[in-house]
């Protein structure tokens, strides 16, 4: 009952979040320059015991004095998001995920990469849907995370794209 109420109260928790990104008024958010390198070390240190406890090889690797012009507490929940599904989804024989950040012509870019089953039929056209879940995918979960992703991405006017492979499946997104 204490598992099942911890999974409710994330799920309103998220299509509150997202509802509240998709109707409020974006000057709401307050933006400023932060470094953007500390937000990521802590988030990555957040998420070493899971990936410890699901058997998964996790790495990370961030550019050196990275700064981002955004909202700080939204980026966190961003990379929060990501490495959060990374746990819940990393699969293959070989189980690895990669969070890497670096600066290029100026431009941010959020690498996470992670190792999936070959017979997952994850739809990158319907991923960052809401409520979409992959058709191979048993584990629990709402299918609202990428959709708030999304929105954060929507809001700091960054771009996503999608690439999977026969066993892997990588997001990049940049600012």
């Known amino acids: 009952i204490r598992d099942q109420l911890t999974r409710l109260t994330q799920m309103t928790n998220q299509l ?11 000057s709401k958010y ?7 390198n500390e937000v990521c070390e802590h988030a990555a240190n957040d998420f070493q015991a899971s990936f410890i406890k699901e058997d998964i090889k996790f790495s990370y690797n961030f550019a050196n004095d ?3 012009y955004g909202n700080k507490f939204l980026i966190n929940d961003l990379i929060h998001i990501f490495l959060d599904n990374s746990v819940k989804y990393t699969g293959g ?3 690895k995920s990669y969070f ?3 600066e290029n012509k100026g431009k941010i870019e959020f690498k996470f990469s992670n190792t999936i089953d070959k017979d997952d039929k994850v739809d990158v056209k319907h991923i960052m849907e809401r409520f979409y879940r992959s058709p191979s995918h048993k584990n629990e979960g709402s299918g609202i995370g990428l959709s708030v992703a999304q929105e954060i991405i929507n809001l700091h006017k960054g771009k996503i794209s999608i690439n999977k492979s026969n066993s892997t499946l990588t997001f990049i997104i940049s600012f």
């Open 66 to 68: 990275l700064h981002l």
């Open 16 to 26: 509150l979040n997202l509802s509240r990104l998709e109707e409020d008024d974006k």
């Open 30 to 36: 307050s933006f400023e320059d932060f470094s953007l």
């Open 93 to 95: 024989t070989s189980k």
């Open 100 to 102: 890497v950040v670096s």
